[in-house]
């Protein structure tokens, strides 16, 4: 699948013309070189000199005229507009996707915010980190929650395992500057080439209640027990949004994993929600919340007293299969020890 998209011109901020586009086409070819997908961008050519709130508004929310615009907003000036005055002091770039009624992308756009830019230390790798991130929604790709506990530690070093789909910037600005395995394989999933699902693995299930309903909006994750902060992939149950509480991996590196669930963290809704089911602290993932567990296989059940959230089994995964009927329930009810009765 090709796309193409149109660069702004002039300066943003500190960086010259020359920098700004260079490091979009750098992110961009990034997600080109994505092995299993099909979805290509190119550089279709440049917009006319923009560098206004009004040149701009000449490209946004115009979703027929076969651009997709990446506009550099120096003053933060379309941000606020787009999003509520102030937003430019907190939002580093927006990603606009516009729909056909059939609910497919029609347009989409990149606003690259230049307000408060200053040019020092790591903040052309930040906004290389955003353009990155910028470009997978724009393909179509969602936030995930994998291995949030490292951009909230104090370790600077691990914050490179993050997946660039990550919601937020890590508490100390240093956010992942490569795709994770997590990142390619969900945009491989969404344009597979079709010797994809040979070359990868698969596992699918399911999220239950104890009596059997759906869960929606549980954070689902496969990791390879080898290789735990690399190889390690997240879903969100029910992502169809057919009341089946299934998830899919696809594009799993064959390996040994094992499965766990965890609730959506409550600080990823709205904006930084993760998965569908995220949009308001009252949406599915929020209300009755998952408790962390692995899947045990046999011993899954959805009895407190019975099934131990820490206990697991491994799951081989081979090339170019599909490991089925993973079955996770929620650990809700409390058993009730059955009587013997003494017969007299
Ligand atoms: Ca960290
Ligand atoms: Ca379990
Ligand atoms: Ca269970
Ligand atoms: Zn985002």
């Given at each position: 699948m090709e796309l193409s998209y149109h660069l702004d011109r002039g300066s943003l901020g500190p960086y010259s013309e020359e920098f700004i586009q260079q490091l979009i086409i750098k992110a961009f070819s990034e997600w080109n070189k994505v092995p299993f997908s099909t979805l290509s961008w190119s550089l279709g050519g440049y917009l006319n000199p923009a560098d206004s709130l009004d040149g701009s508004l000449y490209y946004v929310g115009v979703p027929d005229d076969g651009i997709n615009p990446v506009i550099f907003?120096?003053?933060?000036?379309?941000?606020?507009?787009?999003?509520?005055?102030?937003?430019?002091?907190?939002?580093?770039?927006?990603?606009?996707?516009?729909?056909?009624?059939?609910?497919?992308?029609q347009e989409v756009e990149i606003i690259v915010n230049g307000k408060g830019l200053h040019g020092r230390s790591t903040e052309a790798q930040r906004l290389y980190a955003t353009m990155l991130h910028e470009i997978g929604h724009i393909s179509g790709l969602g936030h995930t929650q994998l291995l949030t506990e490292f951009a909230f530690d104090s370790n600077r070093g691990n914050n490179l395992f993050l997946p660039v789909m990550f919601p937020?910037?890590?508490?100390?600005?240093?956010?992942?500057?490569?795709?994770?395995?997590?990142?390619?394989?969900?945009?491989?999933?969404l344009y597979p080439r079709p010797d994809f699902h040979q070359a990868r693995g698969s596992i699918v299930g399911t999220v239950q209640r104890p009596w059997g309903d759906p869960v929606q909006g549980a954070n689902v994750v496969a990791?390879?027990?080898?290789?735990?902060?690399?190889?390690?992939?997240?879903?969100?149950?029910?992502?169809?949004?057919?009341?089946?509480?299934?998830?899919?991996?696809?594009?799993?590196?064959?390996g040994v994993y094992e499965i766990y669930m965890e609730p959506i963290w409550p600080m990823f809704k709205g904006t930084a929600g993760v998965g569908p089911f995220s949009a308001t602290e009252a949406a599915p993932s929020f209300n009755n919340p998952v408790k962390k567990e692995y899947y045990n296989g046999e011993r899954e059940s959805g009895f407190i007293n019975r099934d131990d959230p820490e206990d697991r089994i491994q799951l081989v995964v081979r090339q170019g299969e599909t490991v089925t009927d993973i079955d996770l329930i929620s650990n809700e009810e409390v058993e009730v020890p059955v009587r013997e009765w003494s017969l007299y």
């Open positions: 907003d120096s003053r933060g000036d379309l941000i606020d507009l787009l999003n509520g005055e102030g937003a430019s002091d907190y939002l580093l770039g927006l990603a606009i996707p516009y729909y056909t009624t059939q609910g497919k992308i937020v910037e890590p508490v100390d600005l240093v956010s992942s500057n490569s795709l994770s395995l997590d990142d390619m394989s969900t945009l491989e999933t990791v390879n027990v080898n290789e735990p902060w690399v190889s390690i992939y997240a879903t969100v149950s029910d992502l169809e949004i057919d009341q089946t509480g299934a998830f899919r991996f696809y594009g799993l590196t064959p």
